[in-house]
Protein backbone atom coordinates (compact mmCIF):
# COMPACT_ATOMS: atom_id res chain seq x y z
CA UNK A 1 0.00 0.00 0.00
CA UNK A 2 1.59 3.28 -1.11
CA UNK A 3 3.29 5.58 1.73
CA UNK A 4 0.67 8.52 0.80
CA UNK A 5 -2.88 6.80 1.17
CA UNK A 6 -1.27 5.06 4.41
CA UNK A 7 -0.38 8.24 6.19
CA UNK A 8 -3.62 9.74 4.99
CA UNK A 9 -5.63 7.22 6.63
CA UNK A 10 -3.80 7.25 10.03
CA UNK A 11 -3.35 11.30 9.84
CA UNK A 12 -7.58 11.55 9.65
CA UNK A 13 -7.94 8.44 12.44
CA UNK A 14 -5.57 10.06 14.81
CA UNK A 15 -7.23 13.34 14.01
CA UNK A 16 -10.72 11.72 15.01
CA UNK A 17 -9.29 10.28 18.29
CA UNK A 18 -8.39 14.17 19.18
CA UNK A 19 -12.00 15.33 18.10
CA UNK A 20 -13.13 12.88 20.41
CA UNK A 21 -11.04 14.27 23.11
CA UNK A 22 -11.71 17.80 23.01
CA UNK A 23 -15.82 16.84 22.95
CA UNK A 24 -15.35 14.88 25.98
CA UNK A 25 -13.03 17.60 27.68
CA UNK A 26 -15.42 20.60 26.78
CA UNK A 27 -18.20 18.83 27.51
CA UNK A 28 -17.94 17.29 30.92
CA UNK A 29 -18.82 18.51 34.01
CA UNK A 30 -15.74 17.62 36.58
CA UNK A 31 -12.38 19.45 36.57
CA UNK A 32 -10.08 15.81 36.12
CA UNK A 33 -12.15 16.10 32.73
CA UNK A 34 -12.36 19.78 31.56
CA UNK A 35 -9.18 21.10 33.28
CA UNK A 36 -6.68 18.11 33.46
CA UNK A 37 -7.71 15.59 30.55
CA UNK A 38 -7.33 12.56 32.81
CA UNK A 39 -8.61 10.65 29.58
CA UNK A 40 -8.08 8.94 26.03
CA UNK A 41 -9.79 8.26 23.28
CA UNK A 42 -9.41 5.66 20.61
CA UNK A 43 -10.63 3.82 17.76
CA UNK A 44 -10.75 -0.05 17.40
CA UNK A 45 -10.91 -3.04 15.28
CA UNK A 46 -14.00 -5.83 16.10
CA UNK A 47 -10.78 -8.28 17.54
CA UNK A 48 -10.19 -5.60 20.00
CA UNK A 49 -6.92 -4.23 18.16
CA UNK A 50 -6.13 -0.45 18.68
CA UNK A 51 -6.12 1.14 15.65
CA UNK A 52 -5.18 4.66 16.42
CA UNK A 53 -5.78 7.05 19.83
CA UNK A 54 -5.00 10.49 20.61
CA UNK A 55 -2.49 11.95 22.50
CA UNK A 56 -3.90 12.24 25.86
CA UNK A 57 -3.01 10.07 28.91
CA UNK A 58 0.02 7.72 28.35
CA UNK A 59 -1.22 5.30 30.87
CA UNK A 60 -4.75 4.71 29.47
CA UNK A 61 -2.82 4.61 25.49
CA UNK A 62 -0.62 1.54 26.85
CA UNK A 63 -3.19 -0.11 29.02
CA UNK A 64 -5.85 0.23 25.94
CA UNK A 65 -4.86 -2.89 24.21
CA UNK A 66 -5.33 -5.47 26.95
CA UNK A 67 -8.44 -3.86 27.82
CA UNK A 68 -9.73 -4.10 24.57
CA UNK A 69 -8.95 -7.49 23.89
CA UNK A 70 -10.44 -8.62 27.55
CA UNK A 71 -13.84 -6.81 26.96
CA UNK A 72 -14.44 -8.56 23.33
CA UNK A 73 -13.58 -11.88 24.52
CA UNK A 74 -16.53 -11.38 27.02
CA UNK A 75 -19.12 -9.13 24.67
CA UNK A 76 -21.03 -11.76 22.46
CA UNK A 77 -20.36 -9.37 19.22
CA UNK A 78 -23.38 -11.21 17.41
CA UNK A 79 -25.80 -9.22 20.35
CA UNK A 80 -24.53 -5.61 19.26
CA UNK A 81 -26.36 -3.08 17.09
CA UNK A 82 -26.32 -0.06 15.90
CA UNK A 83 -26.82 2.60 18.71
CA UNK A 84 -25.44 0.04 21.91
CA UNK A 85 -23.05 1.96 24.12
CA UNK A 86 -21.17 -0.64 26.46
CA UNK A 87 -19.49 0.06 29.95
CA UNK A 88 -16.70 -1.68 31.75
CA UNK A 89 -14.49 -0.34 34.97
CA UNK A 90 -13.61 -3.53 36.26
CA UNK A 91 -9.57 -4.12 37.12
CA UNK A 92 -10.16 -7.50 37.07
CA UNK A 93 -11.14 -7.89 33.11
CA UNK A 94 -8.22 -5.71 31.87
CA UNK A 95 -8.99 -2.77 33.31
CA UNK A 96 -6.50 -0.53 35.02
CA UNK A 97 -8.06 0.74 38.26
CA UNK A 98 -12.03 1.46 39.15
CA UNK A 99 -12.31 5.14 38.44
CA UNK A 100 -11.15 4.74 34.75
CA UNK A 101 -14.45 3.92 32.92
CA UNK A 102 -14.56 2.52 29.80
CA UNK A 103 -17.39 3.32 27.08
CA UNK A 104 -17.74 1.22 23.86
CA UNK A 105 -19.71 2.10 20.90
CA UNK A 106 -19.71 -0.49 17.88
CA UNK A 107 -19.25 0.78 14.23
CA UNK A 108 -21.85 -0.48 11.52
CA UNK A 109 -21.21 0.10 7.63
CA UNK A 110 -23.81 -2.37 5.55
CA UNK A 111 -24.70 -3.91 8.38
CA UNK A 112 -21.00 -5.29 9.42
CA UNK A 113 -19.15 -4.58 12.27
CA UNK A 114 -16.31 -2.65 11.26
CA UNK A 115 -14.96 -1.64 14.83
CA UNK A 116 -15.90 0.59 18.01
CA UNK A 117 -15.17 3.56 19.23
CA UNK A 118 -13.86 4.22 22.58
CA UNK A 119 -12.81 6.53 25.10
CA UNK A 120 -11.41 5.50 28.50
CA UNK A 121 -12.04 8.37 31.28
CA UNK A 122 -10.95 9.03 35.52
CA UNK A 123 -14.35 9.24 36.75
CA UNK A 124 -14.28 11.95 40.02
CA UNK A 125 -16.20 10.33 42.04
CA UNK A 126 -16.89 6.23 42.25
CA UNK A 127 -18.73 5.67 45.73
CA UNK A 128 -16.26 2.92 48.08
CA UNK A 129 -15.21 4.28 51.48
CA UNK A 130 -13.74 7.78 50.65
CA UNK A 131 -15.32 10.59 48.15
CA UNK A 132 -13.62 11.07 45.16
CA UNK A 133 -12.29 7.47 45.16
CA UNK A 134 -8.91 7.41 46.23
CA UNK A 135 -8.96 5.30 49.23
CA UNK A 136 -5.41 5.49 50.58
CA UNK A 137 -6.41 2.77 53.03
CA UNK A 138 -8.54 0.55 50.82
CA UNK A 139 -7.79 -3.47 51.85
CA UNK A 140 -9.98 -4.51 49.45
CA UNK A 141 -11.41 -3.50 45.82
CA UNK A 142 -15.12 -3.12 47.49
CA UNK A 143 -13.29 -0.14 49.38
CA UNK A 144 -12.74 1.56 45.99
CA UNK A 145 -16.15 1.77 44.82
CA UNK A 146 -18.59 0.02 42.47
CA UNK A 147 -17.25 -2.15 40.15
CA UNK A 148 -19.01 -2.91 36.85
CA UNK A 149 -18.42 -5.84 34.22
CA UNK A 150 -19.18 -4.98 30.44
CA UNK A 151 -22.78 -4.27 30.30
CA UNK A 152 -25.00 -2.10 28.28
CA UNK A 153 -25.81 1.07 29.30
CA UNK A 154 -27.39 1.93 25.62
CA UNK A 155 -29.31 -0.36 23.57
CA UNK A 156 -30.16 0.50 20.14
CA UNK A 157 -29.79 4.45 20.63
CA UNK A 158 -31.92 3.94 24.21
CA UNK A 159 -31.27 4.53 27.94
CA UNK A 160 -31.43 1.71 29.40
CA UNK A 161 -33.05 3.12 32.84
CA UNK A 162 -31.96 0.43 35.05
CA UNK A 163 -28.58 0.58 34.45
CA UNK A 164 -28.62 4.54 34.75
CA UNK A 165 -30.28 4.37 38.20
CA UNK A 166 -28.17 1.97 39.55
CA UNK A 167 -25.16 3.55 38.46
CA UNK A 168 -26.57 7.12 40.42
CA UNK A 169 -27.51 5.66 42.90
CA UNK A 170 -23.96 3.90 44.25
CA UNK A 171 -22.17 7.34 44.35
CA UNK A 172 -22.06 10.67 46.35
CA UNK A 173 -22.09 12.92 42.98
CA UNK A 174 -24.73 11.65 40.66
CA UNK A 175 -25.74 15.07 38.69
CA UNK A 176 -21.84 15.30 38.01
CA UNK A 177 -21.58 11.54 37.47
CA UNK A 178 -24.00 12.10 35.18
CA UNK A 179 -22.73 14.63 32.90
CA UNK A 180 -19.30 13.24 32.58
CA UNK A 181 -21.02 9.82 31.94
CA UNK A 182 -22.51 12.06 28.77
CA UNK A 183 -19.62 13.75 27.96
CA UNK A 184 -17.83 10.51 27.67
CA UNK A 185 -20.66 9.23 25.30
CA UNK A 186 -20.80 12.25 23.31
CA UNK A 187 -17.30 11.17 22.54
CA UNK A 188 -17.56 7.90 21.06
CA UNK A 189 -20.60 9.37 19.36
CA UNK A 190 -18.85 11.14 17.41
CA UNK A 191 -15.87 8.42 16.79
CA UNK A 192 -18.57 6.04 15.97
CA UNK A 193 -19.89 8.90 13.21
CA UNK A 194 -16.54 9.82 11.81
CA UNK A 195 -14.97 6.34 11.94
CA UNK A 196 -18.41 5.68 9.54
CA UNK A 197 -18.04 8.49 7.07
CA UNK A 198 -13.96 7.84 6.56
CA UNK A 199 -14.60 3.86 5.89
CA UNK A 200 -17.75 4.49 3.93
CA UNK A 201 -15.49 6.97 1.92
CA UNK A 202 -13.11 3.76 1.13
CA UNK A 203 -15.00 1.49 1.30
CA UNK A 204 -15.24 -1.58 3.54
CA UNK A 205 -12.74 -3.54 2.25
CA UNK A 206 -10.42 -1.08 1.34
CA UNK A 207 -10.35 0.56 4.97
CA UNK A 208 -9.95 -2.69 6.50
CA UNK A 209 -6.88 -2.70 4.45
CA UNK A 210 -5.48 0.10 5.68
CA UNK A 211 -5.95 -0.41 8.68
CA UNK A 212 -4.21 -3.74 8.89
CA UNK A 213 -0.98 -2.05 7.17
CA UNK A 214 -1.30 1.25 9.25
CA UNK A 215 -0.37 -1.42 12.42
CA UNK A 216 2.05 -3.45 10.22
CA UNK A 217 3.66 -0.06 9.54
CA UNK A 218 3.67 0.61 13.53
CA UNK A 219 5.13 -3.13 14.05
CA UNK A 220 8.16 -2.43 11.62
CA UNK A 221 9.11 0.67 13.16
CA UNK A 222 8.88 -0.06 16.78
CA UNK A 223 11.09 -3.27 15.67
CA UNK A 224 13.74 -1.21 13.85
CA UNK A 225 13.84 0.85 17.00
CA UNK A 226 14.36 -2.33 19.33
CA UNK A 227 17.31 -3.56 16.92
CA UNK A 228 19.22 -0.58 17.97
CA UNK A 229 19.44 -1.65 21.47
CA UNK A 230 22.39 -4.04 22.05
CA UNK A 231 21.04 -7.71 22.90
CA UNK A 232 21.58 -8.59 26.18
CA UNK A 233 19.42 -8.89 29.59
CA UNK A 234 18.86 -5.52 31.63
CA UNK A 235 18.19 -5.26 35.31
CA UNK A 236 16.74 -2.39 37.87
CA UNK A 237 14.60 -2.08 40.40
CA UNK A 238 13.01 0.25 43.08
CA UNK A 239 10.04 0.65 45.46
CA UNK A 240 7.35 1.67 46.85
CA UNK A 241 7.55 3.33 50.30
CA UNK A 242 4.94 1.78 52.11
CA UNK A 243 1.10 0.83 51.10
CA UNK A 244 -0.94 2.82 53.21
CA UNK A 245 -1.84 -0.32 55.93
CA UNK A 246 1.49 -1.84 56.53
CA UNK A 247 4.89 0.84 56.72
CA UNK A 248 7.08 -1.41 54.91
CA UNK A 249 8.93 -1.30 51.23
CA UNK A 250 7.27 -2.93 48.30
CA UNK A 251 9.77 -3.79 45.52
CA UNK A 252 9.44 -3.64 41.74
CA UNK A 253 11.92 -5.48 39.96
CA UNK A 254 12.34 -5.72 36.16
CA UNK A 255 14.65 -7.74 33.77
CA UNK A 256 14.63 -6.52 30.11
CA UNK A 257 15.96 -8.94 27.77
CA UNK A 258 16.57 -7.79 24.63
CA UNK A 259 16.69 -10.54 21.61
CA UNK A 260 16.98 -8.88 17.95
CA UNK A 261 13.66 -6.57 17.42
CA UNK A 262 11.99 -8.22 20.51
CA UNK A 263 11.38 -7.00 24.02
CA UNK A 264 10.48 -9.41 27.07
CA UNK A 265 9.35 -7.47 29.96
CA UNK A 266 9.70 -9.54 33.15
CA UNK A 267 8.66 -8.55 36.73
CA UNK A 268 9.72 -11.82 38.34
CA UNK A 269 10.86 -11.02 42.04
CA UNK A 270 8.62 -8.43 42.62
CA UNK A 271 6.71 -8.15 45.78
CA UNK A 272 3.60 -10.08 46.46
CA UNK A 273 0.49 -7.84 46.16
CA UNK A 274 0.21 -5.73 49.16
CA UNK A 275 -2.62 -5.57 51.65
CA UNK A 276 -3.05 -1.50 50.51
CA UNK A 277 -4.47 -0.35 47.35
CA UNK A 278 -0.77 0.30 45.63
CA UNK A 279 -0.95 -2.82 43.75
CA UNK A 280 -1.33 -2.80 39.53
CA UNK A 281 -3.51 -4.70 37.45
CA UNK A 282 -2.06 -7.15 34.83
CA UNK A 283 -3.25 -4.08 32.32
CA UNK A 284 -1.04 -1.38 34.22
CA UNK A 285 1.78 -3.79 34.20
CA UNK A 286 1.47 -3.83 30.32
CA UNK A 287 0.52 -0.07 30.22
CA UNK A 288 3.67 1.27 32.07
CA UNK A 289 5.84 -1.29 29.98
CA UNK A 290 4.61 0.26 26.86
CA UNK A 291 4.87 3.42 28.13
CA UNK A 292 8.36 3.51 28.30
CA UNK A 293 9.11 2.09 25.45
CA UNK A 294 7.52 4.83 23.72
CA UNK A 295 9.43 7.11 25.57
CA UNK A 296 12.60 5.90 24.80
CA UNK A 297 11.72 5.08 20.84
CA UNK A 298 10.72 7.37 17.95
CA UNK A 299 7.71 9.48 19.27
CA UNK A 300 5.92 9.50 15.20
CA UNK A 301 5.82 6.11 15.73
CA UNK A 302 1.60 5.10 15.26
CA UNK A 303 0.42 4.16 18.81
CA UNK A 304 -1.49 1.16 17.62
CA UNK A 305 -1.64 -2.49 18.68
CA UNK A 306 0.86 -3.15 15.97
CA UNK A 307 3.96 -1.15 17.54
CA UNK A 308 3.68 -3.11 20.89
CA UNK A 309 3.67 -6.63 18.79
CA UNK A 310 7.47 -7.05 19.32
CA UNK A 311 6.95 -6.52 23.02
CA UNK A 312 5.59 -9.18 25.47
CA UNK A 313 4.88 -8.88 29.89
CA UNK A 314 5.03 -11.29 32.11
CA UNK A 315 3.82 -10.39 35.32
CA UNK A 316 3.09 -13.28 38.44
CA UNK A 317 -0.62 -13.59 39.87
CA UNK A 318 -0.67 -12.35 43.12
CA UNK A 319 2.13 -10.33 42.54
CA UNK A 320 1.88 -6.50 43.58
CA UNK A 321 2.02 -6.32 39.46
CA UNK A 322 -0.71 -8.38 39.12
CA UNK A 323 -3.43 -8.49 41.61
CA UNK A 324 -5.68 -11.00 42.03
CA UNK A 325 -9.48 -10.83 43.21
CA UNK A 326 -10.05 -9.34 45.72
CA UNK A 327 -6.92 -6.83 46.46
CA UNK A 328 -7.31 -3.31 46.37
CA UNK A 329 -5.59 -1.35 43.14
CA UNK A 330 -6.59 2.21 43.55
CA UNK A 331 -2.92 3.95 43.29
CA UNK A 332 -2.16 1.31 41.11
CA UNK A 333 -2.36 3.13 37.63
CA UNK A 334 -1.50 6.43 39.19
CA UNK A 335 1.56 5.61 41.90
CA UNK A 336 3.07 2.25 40.44
CA UNK A 337 2.65 2.83 36.81
CA UNK A 338 5.07 5.98 37.08
CA UNK A 339 7.55 3.76 39.27
CA UNK A 340 6.85 0.77 37.01
CA UNK A 341 7.60 2.82 33.65
CA UNK A 342 10.46 4.15 35.29
CA UNK A 343 12.41 1.05 36.20
CA UNK A 344 12.11 -0.22 32.54
CA UNK A 345 13.70 2.82 31.72
CA UNK A 346 16.43 2.16 34.08
CA UNK A 347 17.15 -1.01 33.13
CA UNK A 348 17.66 0.08 29.29
CA UNK A 349 19.42 3.30 30.32
CA UNK A 350 22.98 1.21 29.93
CA UNK A 351 22.18 0.32 26.91
CA UNK A 352 20.64 3.52 25.51
CA UNK A 353 22.24 5.97 27.41
CA UNK A 354 21.87 9.34 25.44
CA UNK A 355 18.23 8.25 25.20
CA UNK A 356 17.86 8.01 28.87
CA UNK A 357 16.49 10.03 31.48
CA UNK A 358 16.26 10.40 35.11
CA UNK A 359 13.29 9.54 36.96
CA UNK A 360 10.90 12.10 37.40
CA UNK A 361 8.80 12.79 40.58
CA UNK A 362 6.86 9.67 39.61
CA UNK A 363 3.94 10.15 41.70
CA UNK A 364 0.82 12.39 41.35
CA UNK A 365 0.46 13.59 45.02
CA UNK A 366 -3.34 12.66 44.53
CA UNK A 367 -5.70 15.13 46.86
CA UNK A 368 -9.36 13.85 46.92
CA UNK A 369 -11.86 15.67 49.30
CA UNK A 370 -15.17 16.22 49.17
CA UNK A 371 -17.89 17.61 51.45
CA UNK A 372 -21.50 19.63 50.80
CA UNK A 373 -21.77 23.30 49.56
CA UNK A 374 -22.91 25.18 52.01
CA UNK A 375 -25.13 27.63 49.32
CA UNK A 376 -26.52 24.15 47.36
CA UNK A 377 -26.76 22.18 49.72
CA UNK A 378 -25.25 19.69 47.05
CA UNK A 379 -22.44 17.74 47.70
CA UNK A 380 -19.22 17.92 45.67
CA UNK A 381 -15.66 15.79 45.23
CA UNK A 382 -12.71 16.35 43.86
CA UNK A 383 -9.83 15.02 42.63
CA UNK A 384 -6.69 17.39 42.42
CA UNK A 385 -3.14 16.46 40.96
CA UNK A 386 0.17 18.35 41.96
CA UNK A 387 2.96 18.44 38.78
CA UNK A 388 6.53 16.79 39.77
CA UNK A 389 9.90 17.67 38.57
CA UNK A 390 10.92 15.70 35.34
CA UNK A 391 14.33 13.98 35.28
CA UNK A 392 17.34 15.71 33.56
CA UNK A 393 18.32 14.26 30.36
CA UNK A 394 21.55 13.68 28.02
CA UNK A 395 20.80 17.39 26.40
CA UNK A 396 18.94 19.28 28.69
CA UNK A 397 17.71 19.77 32.17
CA UNK A 398 14.20 18.10 33.20
CA UNK A 399 10.85 20.11 32.77
CA UNK A 400 9.52 21.97 35.86
CA UNK A 401 6.67 21.58 37.49
CA UNK A 402 4.64 18.79 34.76
CA UNK A 403 2.65 16.03 35.01
CA UNK A 404 4.02 13.01 36.01
CA UNK A 405 5.46 10.28 33.28
CA UNK A 406 1.70 8.29 32.81
CA UNK A 407 -0.28 11.30 33.49
CA UNK A 408 0.29 13.88 30.60
CA UNK A 409 -2.32 15.87 33.04
CA UNK A 410 -2.34 19.76 33.05
CA UNK A 411 -3.16 20.94 37.01
CA UNK A 412 -6.46 22.65 37.50
CA UNK A 413 -5.41 26.56 37.19
CA UNK A 414 -5.99 27.84 40.93
CA UNK A 415 -8.75 30.59 39.67
CA UNK A 416 -10.85 27.77 38.11
CA UNK A 417 -9.86 25.86 41.39
CA UNK A 418 -10.91 28.28 43.83
CA UNK A 419 -13.98 29.55 42.15
CA UNK A 420 -15.63 26.07 42.01
CA UNK A 421 -14.18 24.71 45.54
CA UNK A 422 -14.18 26.18 48.76
CA UNK A 423 -10.66 26.36 49.28
CA UNK A 424 -7.79 29.39 48.33
CA UNK A 425 -4.36 28.82 47.47
CA UNK A 426 -1.85 31.06 49.63
CA UNK A 427 1.01 29.82 48.14
CA UNK A 428 1.60 28.23 44.61
CA UNK A 429 5.66 28.04 43.29
CA UNK A 430 8.67 26.23 42.65
CA UNK A 431 10.44 24.67 45.50
CA UNK A 432 13.99 26.23 45.52
CA UNK A 433 16.85 23.20 44.53
CA UNK A 434 14.46 20.39 44.50
CA UNK A 435 15.86 19.09 41.26
CA UNK A 436 18.46 16.69 41.70
CA UNK A 437 21.97 17.88 40.90
CA UNK A 438 24.24 16.90 37.50
CA UNK A 439 25.58 17.71 34.48
CA UNK A 440 22.09 18.15 33.69
CA UNK A 441 19.94 18.83 36.79
CA UNK A 442 16.61 17.33 37.65
CA UNK A 443 13.43 19.56 36.96
CA UNK A 444 11.90 21.37 39.95
CA UNK A 445 9.03 20.42 41.91
CA UNK A 446 6.02 22.10 42.99
CA UNK A 447 4.78 23.48 46.14
CA UNK A 448 1.00 25.27 47.30
CA UNK A 449 -0.40 25.87 50.47
CA UNK A 450 -4.67 25.34 50.64
CA UNK A 451 -6.79 27.34 53.21
CA UNK A 452 -9.67 26.29 53.83
CA UNK A 453 -12.65 28.41 53.33
CA UNK A 454 -16.39 27.67 54.48
CA UNK A 455 -17.18 24.39 54.75
CA UNK A 456 -16.60 21.07 56.58
CA UNK A 457 -14.82 18.53 54.46
CA UNK A 458 -12.97 15.31 54.56
CA UNK A 459 -9.70 14.42 52.36
CA UNK A 460 -7.42 11.66 51.05
CA UNK A 461 -3.68 11.31 49.63
CA UNK A 462 -2.50 9.03 47.85
CA UNK A 463 1.51 9.65 46.69
CA UNK A 464 4.73 8.22 47.62
CA UNK A 465 8.34 9.30 47.09
CA UNK A 466 7.89 11.12 51.01
CA UNK A 467 10.64 8.63 52.14
CA UNK A 468 12.26 7.37 49.30
CA UNK A 469 13.76 10.29 47.06
CA UNK A 470 13.93 9.84 42.95
CA UNK A 471 17.15 8.41 41.71
CA UNK A 472 19.26 10.31 39.61
CA UNK A 473 21.41 8.22 36.66
CA UNK A 474 24.90 8.07 35.45
CA UNK A 475 26.46 9.89 38.01
CA UNK A 476 23.41 12.49 38.94
CA UNK A 477 21.61 12.93 42.27
CA UNK A 478 18.57 12.43 43.65
CA UNK A 479 15.63 14.84 43.49
CA UNK A 480 13.57 15.84 46.60
CA UNK A 481 11.39 14.17 48.20
CA UNK A 482 7.41 15.42 48.56
CA UNK A 483 5.59 16.26 51.45
CA UNK A 484 2.32 16.74 53.05
CA UNK A 485 1.58 19.13 56.03
CA UNK A 486 -1.53 20.23 57.52
CA UNK A 487 -2.41 23.06 60.07
CA UNK A 488 -4.95 23.54 62.00
CA UNK A 489 -6.53 26.88 62.64
CA UNK A 490 -5.14 28.60 65.91
CA UNK A 491 -2.12 26.60 65.82
CA UNK A 492 1.32 27.55 64.26
CA UNK A 493 2.59 23.88 64.05
CA UNK A 494 3.16 22.20 60.58
CA UNK A 495 1.92 18.44 61.08
CA UNK A 496 2.37 15.23 58.97
CA UNK A 497 -0.58 12.81 58.81
CA UNK A 498 0.72 10.38 60.70
CA UNK A 499 1.45 13.03 63.66
CA UNK A 500 -2.02 14.90 63.59
CA UNK A 501 -3.85 11.52 62.53
CA UNK A 502 -2.08 8.33 63.98
CA UNK A 503 -1.84 7.33 60.34
CA UNK A 504 0.52 4.38 59.12
CA UNK A 505 1.61 6.32 56.23
CA UNK A 506 2.09 10.38 55.77
CA UNK A 507 1.49 9.71 52.07
CA UNK A 508 -1.46 7.37 52.07
CA UNK A 509 -4.55 7.80 53.84
CA UNK A 510 -8.42 8.66 54.02
CA UNK A 511 -11.08 11.01 55.12
CA UNK A 512 -9.19 13.20 57.39
CA UNK A 513 -11.48 15.57 58.54
CA UNK A 514 -10.65 19.64 57.51
CA UNK A 515 -12.56 22.31 58.73
CA UNK A 516 -12.57 26.26 57.82
CA UNK A 517 -9.36 28.06 58.50
CA UNK A 518 -7.24 24.65 58.76
CA UNK A 519 -4.31 24.26 55.53
CA UNK A 520 -2.95 21.92 53.88
CA UNK A 521 0.68 22.27 52.51
CA UNK A 522 1.73 19.97 49.32
CA UNK A 523 5.08 19.48 47.67
CA UNK A 524 5.58 17.24 45.18
CA UNK A 525 8.80 15.76 44.22
CA UNK A 526 11.72 17.09 41.80
CA UNK A 527 13.38 15.03 39.31
CA UNK A 528 16.64 13.20 39.39
CA UNK A 529 20.13 14.58 38.21
CA UNK A 530 21.80 13.38 35.15
CA UNK A 531 25.49 12.84 34.81
CA UNK A 532 28.05 14.19 36.89
CA UNK A 533 27.47 17.37 38.42
CA UNK A 534 31.50 18.21 38.03
CA UNK A 535 30.22 18.10 34.55
CA UNK A 536 28.03 21.17 34.70
CA UNK A 537 28.66 23.63 32.37
CA UNK A 538 29.39 26.89 34.64
CA UNK A 539 27.16 28.86 32.82
CA UNK A 540 24.13 27.26 33.76
CA UNK A 541 25.09 26.82 37.62
CA UNK A 542 25.43 30.40 37.24
CA UNK A 543 21.79 30.95 35.76
CA UNK A 544 20.29 28.49 38.32
CA UNK A 545 22.01 30.66 41.13
CA UNK A 546 20.49 33.95 39.71
CA UNK A 547 17.20 32.36 39.27
CA UNK A 548 17.00 30.74 42.93
CA UNK A 549 16.79 27.02 40.85
CA UNK A 550 19.86 26.14 42.65
CA UNK A 551 20.17 26.63 46.43
CA UNK A 552 23.73 28.38 48.24
CA UNK A 553 24.15 25.46 50.00
CA UNK A 554 23.56 23.12 46.86
CA UNK A 555 26.08 25.27 45.30
CA UNK A 556 28.89 25.08 48.38
CA UNK A 557 28.46 21.21 48.68
CA UNK A 558 27.79 19.74 45.19
CA UNK A 559 28.94 22.15 42.60
CA UNK A 560 31.55 24.22 43.91
CA UNK A 561 32.89 21.21 45.52
CA UNK A 562 32.66 19.37 41.97
Avoid at 11 to 35: A, H, K, P, Q, W
Amino acid sequence: MDMVSLNIVGGILVSICRDMGVTLMRTSYSTIFSESLDFTCGLALPTGELIATGDFCPSMIGGMPLLLRSCVQEIPLDELEPGDVILHNDPYRGGLHTPEHTFFKPVFLEGELIGFAVAIGHVCEVGGMAPAGFAGEATEVFHEGLRVPPVKIIRAGKDVDDVWRLLLANVRTPRYNYGDFRALIASIDLGERRMKELAAKHGVKAFGEHVHALMDYAERRMRAEIEKIPDGRYRFEDVMEDDGIEDKVYTIRVEVTVDGSDVIIDYHGSSPQAKGPINATLGVAHGAAYNALLQLTDSTIPKNSGCFRPIRILAEPGSMLNVNFPGPSVGGNTESHCRIANAVMGALAPAVKERSAATDGATHSNFLFGGTDTETGEFFCCYDLTPVGWGGRSFADGNDAVGGINGNCPHIPVEVFEFRFPWHMEEFRLVDGSGGPGQFRGGLALTKTLLCTDTDMTFSYMSDRQKVSPWGIHGGGEGAKAELFIKRQGSDEWLTATQAFNKVSPSKFANVPVRPGDRVKISSPGGGGWGAPADRDPELIREDMADGFITEEQFRTVYAQA
